[in-house]
């Protein structure tokens, strides 16, 4: 089974930048396309980024385009997701997500994700 834990998260003014962790358990880590995903106030998750199960291949939403950037090392059991230019829009708790099967492609949506982390808040100040 794969454990997440997501670290990065804090208190940054309107234009910062944070890099969010997200360190997992488990020997077939490399096997598993990972996704970003993140939920504000009176609202279900949403989609922000996802990688394949190699690295060779990044998705993202419209939203963060050109902002954002998500990694990966599979030597050190760890996806990046790199925040530029952020925005007070950006405001949500963040979640990291392995997806279900092996050797995925990675997916926007979340049913496609079977473990998850616990989240980390992200708070863009005006």
């Known amino acids: 089974q794969v454990q997440l834990v997501e670290s990065g998260g804090g208190l940054v003014q309107a234009g910062g930048s944070l890099r969010l962790s997200c360190a997992a358990s488990?020997?077939?880590?490399?096997?598993?396309?990972m996704g970003w995903f993140r939920q504000r106030p009176g609202k279900e998750r949403e989609f922000v980024a996802a990688?394949?199960?190699?690295?060779?291949?990044?998705y993202y939403a419209d939203s963060v385009k050109g902002r954002f950037t998500i990694s990966r090392d599979n030597a050190k059991n760890t996806v990046y997701l790199q925040m530029n230019s952020l925005k007070p829009e950006d405001t949500a708790v963040y979640y990291c997500?392995?997806?279900?099967?092996?050797?995925?492609?990675?997916?926007?949506?979340?049913?496609?994700?079977?473990?998850w982390g616990q989240g980390t808040q992200v708070t863009v100040s005006s």
């Open positions: 997500a392995a997806e279900r099967s092996d050797y995925g492609l990675g997916s926007s949506y979340s049913s496609a994700y079977e473990y």
């Open positions: 990688i394949s199960w190699s690295g060779g291949g990044t």
């Open positions: 488990g020997r077939t880590f490399r096997r598993y396309a």
